[in-house]
């Protein structure tokens, strides 16, 4: 029994890490081949076994595999063979890891956290150098508009294509610590609690993400007032008007260069797709295909809710969100790290789905697994 849970916790540790280990610098991310790999040795274990574990919520992820098939059945770009292999890549993860991680005890569960919290914060310590010591055309932007030249300092991230993937990883480390601070308090002490959410704040704002930015204050703001029932009250006094200051702000900061424009025509494509502008019943329900969705909204599309509706179809946004909702209320506490996430995807996107959010969002809900017996 010892030895089995220690092979679990083993692979459940690596897989955890692997997901998340995009290196675009080095040609072929680990990902790519660390994840196929740790995920057969993990099927081949379930065969030796013959016990295979599933949840409920993952026939909605599964069933996305119909219209994601017939809508990139035809045609792919240099924007869909990514999205293609990472979306695959994240079912073989989510059939896998869902082996290993349900089987973890408290103690594994809170090192898996534990262990993977510290190794992405030294990889993105070392990205986020990297970045401001190598900004990619920053006399040119700088040339064209002083205020954003930040932007040079985003777009030469070791881990993805910009600084954007490293804010929805960061993010997604962040409130799956909160949820094991919730769930494990007993186990992680004050300091170390400070610790973590400094360095991991600290980050975050070095993406220069603000949209990551405002889902973190919104993120903080909504698991205070949900959860936080002993400060609840005050929290709400003190959090509401520096989470509206925070929101105004960075609203009007994104749109003075021309990005709030641009999310602001996803919006609208979004709503002119929801009642068919200029669509048939076949695009509607299986969308344009992934990487195909400039030929709708004639520019690239950055947002997960809007490139899952207008890329993916209306039958494979459906079948996501309520995977996401499902698990949700399976796991209340799930939602401190999906309601963060969920402000997010109206700006932003990795490869549409990728290993590590599902990964995350196992490692959450295992987290979280008791929690229904003691209600």
């Not at 990139?72 to 082996?99: G, H, K, P, R």
Request: proline share 2%; net charge positive; aromatic share 16%.
């Amino acid at each position: 029994m010892f030895e089995k849970q220690r092979l679990n916790y083993l692979l459940a540790l690596f897989m955890q890490v692997s997901s998340g280990l995009y290196l675009v610098r080095l040609g072929l991310s680990p990902v790519y081949f660390l994840l196929p790999i740790l995920s057969m040795m993990i099927f081949l274990n379930v065969i030796k076994s013959r016990k295979f574990h599933f949840q409920n919520e993952g026939y909605f992820l599964l069933l996305t595999l119909f219209p994601f098939v017939v809508s990139q059945f035809l045609d792919s770009n240099e924007f869909s063979n990514q999205i293609i292999i990472n979306y695959l890549l994240s079912i073989i993860c989510y059939l896998a890891y869902t082996q290993v991680i349900f089987e973890l005890n408290e103690v594994n569960l809170n090192n898996v956290v534990k262990k993977t919290t510290v190794f992405f914060m030294l990889l993105v310590t070392i990205e986020t150098i990297y970045r401001f010591k190598n900004p990619i055309g920053l006399n040119d932007i700088y040339a064209q508009r002083e205020d954003i030249a930040f932007y040079a300092y985003k777009l030469s991230s070791l881990m993805f294509s910009d600084s954007n993937g490293v804010a929805i990883l960061l993010i997604n480390i962040l409130f799956v610590n909160e949820i094991s601070f919730i769930k494990f308090n007993w186990a992680n002490s004050m300091k170390y609690k400070m610790f973590v959410r400094c360095v991991l704040i600290i980050l975050v704002v070095g993406t220069y993400s603000r949209a990551a930015i405002l889902a973190m204050i919104l993120g903080y703001s909504f698991m205070l007032l949900i959860f936080n029932n002993k400060y609840r009250y005050l929290s709400l006094i003190f959090i509401t008007p520096v989470a509206i200051i925070s929101l105004l702000s960075i609203l009007s900061f994104v749109s003075s260069d021309g990005s709030g424009n641009h999310k602001l025509n996803e919006l609208y494509a979004i709503s002119d797709f929801i009642v068919m502008e200029k669509i048939d019943w076949f695009q509607y329900i299986f969308g344009f295909g992934f990487g195909f969705g400039e030929i709708y909204t004639n520019k690239y599309i950055h947002g997960f809710i809007a490139k899952t509706l207008i890329e993916g179809g209306i039958l494979m946004f459906c079948c996501l969100i309520s995977y996401f909702l499902l698990s949700i209320y399976k796991y209340r506490h799930l939602s401190i790290l999906l309601v963060p996430i969920a402000i997010l995807s109206f700006s932003l996107s990795v490869y549409v789905l990728v290993p590590f959010t599902v990964s995350f969002i196992l490692l959450a809900s295992a987290i979280s697994k008791n929690e229904l017996e003691s209600l």
